[in-house]
């Protein structure tokens, strides 16, 4: 039988794998050397979603799911 991975006690490696994820689409986009504005128009997306996936904050599946279909990428490359 598997063993089971207890969460920490707070919640701070939510907030930071969620910056990383943030890092890894800001630096996919600047990699591909598209703007915010080009993934914003492609992904129907509005301009505060794009900064706060860029910044860690909470974001709903289906935007980082249009995001990596605009960059391209597998999402599981962008949340690893």
Do not use: C, F, N, Y
């Not at 598997?2 to 794998?17: A, C, K, Y």
């Not at 910056?19 to 591909?32: P, S």
């Not at 935007?63 to 490359?77: F, N, Q």
């Amino acid at each position: 039988m598997g063993r089971v991975q207890e969460l920490p006690d707070d919640d701070t490696w939510i907030t930071d794998h969620r910056r990383t994820i943030g890092a890894r689409i800001r630096a996919e986009r600047e990699r591909q050397k598209l703007t915010q504005e080009q993934v914003i128009l492609a992904g129907r997306i509005d301009r505060v979603t794009i900064w706060r996936v860029e910044t860690g904050e909470d974001v709903k599946l289906s935007t980082l799911m249009k995001i990596a279909r605009v960059l391209d990428v597998p999402l599981a490359d962008l949340v690893r």
